[in-house]
């Protein structure tokens, strides 16, 4: 039986669908939230369209949706503004008019980009997410960010686009590559800081279980996750104040990623560069924030940053920046942080696990000390 959670967002809220082998009832669950729709495009990736193409386009025409589907490169090169232009093509071919949905099949680069492009075609047309990482289902499928990146970082074109329902099913985790997997948990480890103390710990005593991806206990995780930031979500849609805590670890985060992610920086259709997975960007920014909210005077619980680094080590997850790192480059980048007003940057800080702060009183020097410290190796 699917777990439902719901974002309440007035005339704009939706459910989220979670649990285990529910992606055979897409077709059901878009006929019933979208009862006008009988054209969809499904948006995946070269990653996972190939599991999940087909069981996707099998249940909308089942349910009588006349689904068509457009293929883009696996992850976070996709997320440009040329994919987005092949896809309103796409979205031409299918016959999409405004009754129509766009389903995005895939992670949160394509959930990015097709909420991107269903935000913008024909002035905004419905869409569904089908999120099949871990990182996608316990954050990005989640709140209506959509967006696609520049060269010079990460998410600086996009709207708020909200999904009328998100469909989890997480028996597709099982075929995420391990790393992927990791990645995601990061966005979970943040949640937990955020909000749940209760989860932290689960984190910590369970931490062979979750790295296992026990089916059971997923299906708890990613409920948990989309509870926390559901109600985020429902209390400041626009990030007009309190969604800014969602972007813990995303001020060093997203500047790392501009530099070493996998961010487009060439010409269209270059081969992208291998780099570090968003995920692994924020966790070495939660580190950042914590070693900054201890600088800036924030911090109320001074084993906090230890035991931080301690579970993301478990993890596996990146807790240093790599030998060698710009570290002008990174700070170059963290000047598009969306946070910023009148030129000054906006810190999410932790206070204790649990409870965070958002300031704007860091001192530059505090800054420029953490990245260094982030870029000396580990002892131990
Ligand atoms: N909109 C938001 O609120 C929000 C929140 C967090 C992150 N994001 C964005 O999400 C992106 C990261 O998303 P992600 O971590 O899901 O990565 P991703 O979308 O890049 O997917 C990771 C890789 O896994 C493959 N894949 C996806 N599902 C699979 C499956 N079930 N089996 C096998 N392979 C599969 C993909 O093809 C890709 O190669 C970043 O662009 C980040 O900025 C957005
Ligand atoms: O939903 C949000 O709000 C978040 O900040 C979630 C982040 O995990 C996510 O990476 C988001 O895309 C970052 O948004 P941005 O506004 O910093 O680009
Ligand atoms: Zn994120």
Request: overall charge neutral.
């Amino acid at each position: 039986m699917a777990r439902t959670v719901r974002v309440e967002l007035g005339e704009r809220s939706y459910r989220i669908h979670i649990g285990s082998g529910i992606l055979a009832d897409l077709g059901h669950i878009v006929r019933e939230t979208l009862p006008r729709a009988t054209r969809a495009l499904v948006v995946t990736d070269e990653g996972a369209g190939p599991h999940y193409l087909d069981r996707a386009l099998a249940a909308l025409r089942a349910a009588g949706i006349e689904a068509g589907s457009a293929t883009v490169p696996a992850g976070e090169p996709a997320k440009t503004l040329s994919e987005a232009a092949r896809l309103y093509e796409a979205c031409l071919d299918t016959g999409l008019d405004r009754d129509g949905c766009v389903v995005a099949l895939g992670g949160g680069a394509v959930g990015d980009l097709a909420g991107f492009v269903a935000a913008t075609f024909l002035r905004g047309v419905d869409f569904v997410q089908v999120p099949t990482t871990l990182l996608a289902q316990v954050d990005a499928s989640i709140g209506g960010k959509v967006a696609v990146n520049l060269p010079r970082g990460k998410n600086l074109v996009g709207a708020f686009h909200q999904p009328r329902a998100v469909v989890a099913d997480v028996t597709t985790l099982a075929t995420l590559p391990a790393r992927e997997y990791v990645a995601g948990l990061a966005e979970v480890v943040k949640h937990a800081l955020l909000r749940d103390r209760g989860l932290f710990a689960l984190l910590e005593d369970e931490t062979s279980a979750v790295l296992a991806r026990d089916p059971a206990l997923l299906e708890d995780l990613v409920e948990r996750n989309c509870r926390i930031k559901g109600a985020v979500v429902s209390a400041d849609e626009r990030e007009g104040g309190l969604r800014a805590i969602l972007n813990l670890g995303h001020t060093v985060g997203h500047g790392v990623e501009a530099v070493l992610g996998r961010v487009e920086k060439g010409e269209p259709g270059a081969t992208p560069r291998e780099g570090l997975l968003h995920g692994e960007c924020v966790s070495i920014g939660l580190i950042a924030a914590a070693w900054l909210s201890r600088r800036a005077g924030v911090l109320a619980q001074d084993d906090l940053p230890g035991r931080l680094e301690d579970l993301l080590r478990r993890l596996t997850l990146p807790v240093r920046l790599p030998p060698g790192t710009d570290l002008a480059a990174v700070r170059e980048a963290m000047r598009y942080d969306k946070k910023a007003r009148a030129g000054r940057l906006r810190w999410v800080l932790p206070v204790r696990v649990g409870q965070v702060q958002v300031t704007e009183h860091v001192r530059d020097e505090d800054v420029e000390a953490v990245l260094a410290d982030l870029s000396r190796p580990l002892s131990g």
